[in-house]
């Protein structure tokens, strides 16, 4: 009688990350008349980590509705699983005001980065449950579903890098995610090229 139910689960899924986007972006306030340099440093800041961190959820985003266009069985463990990945991405919008109001200091950045960490390994084990429960329900892994199950190991592998750099250069901290992100995208297909290459 009882059954767990995919729709809901993708549907307040969905909703938490559109306001997660949107709380990001109210935070930015709109300058006065008369701006002062010290505000247009702010103003500046502001904007830099709401760029960053847009992009951070977006690609979460685009990550997990893929993963869920497969599934067709939901356990109560990827429900679980599902609720605790979108709690810390739901942190997202405070480590951002954060790091801006703070203008980055080394505080915010390690908070930052630890986040981005714990959120990195949280998509990995949900990663990990669908992929077994799409076995277990006998669909065939493709490629790209080994593709994106590495990506997502990369980038917890990233998010390390992300917290050394936090402890030793925290102003470099949102260069460094700006380039994690590119580099997930490089290193993936960097390996997939490369196996390829081996396999003929």
């Known amino acids: 009688m009882f059954k767990n139910s ?3 689960m993708a549907a307040i ?10 709380i990001m972006v109210l935070d930015i306030k709109a300058p006065m008349a008369n701006i002062s340099d010290y505000e247009i440093q702010r103003l500046m800041m502001q904007l830099l980590s709401y760029l960053i961190s847009f992009g ?4 979460y985003w685009v990550l997990h509705q893929e993963l869920f266009t497969t599934l067709k069985t939901t356990t109560f ?3 679980i699983a599902n609720i605790y990945y979108l709690c810390p991405i739901c942190l997202i919008p405070f480590a951002t005001t954060w ?10 950045a390690i908070g930052f980065a630890i986040l981005m960490f714990i959120v990195n390994v949280s998509q990995l ?15 065939r892994i493709i490629e790209h579903d080994v593709e994106e199950f590495r990506s997502v190991k990369v980038m917890v592998a990233i998010s390390i890098v992300y917290i050394f750099v936090s402890l030793l ?3 470099f901290l949102p ?10 995208v490089l290193i993936t297909r960097g390996i997939r090229f490369y196996l390829e290459r081996q396999s003929k």
């Open 6 to 8: 995919k729709s809901r």
């Open 13 to 22: 899924s969905d909703g938490v990350f559109a306001v997660v986007l949107t």
């Open 56 to 59: 951070v959820v977006a690609q």
């Open 77 to 79: 463990k990827i429900m």
């Open 99 to 108: 790091l801006s109001s703070s203008f980055i200091s080394s505080e915010s």
């Open 125 to 139: 084990w949900l990663f990990h449950l669908v992929i077994e429960q799409n076995r277990h329900d006998g669909q």
């Open 169 to 171: 250069i925290p102003k």
């Open 175 to 184: 260069a460094a995610i700006a380039l994690g992100i590119l580099s997930r």
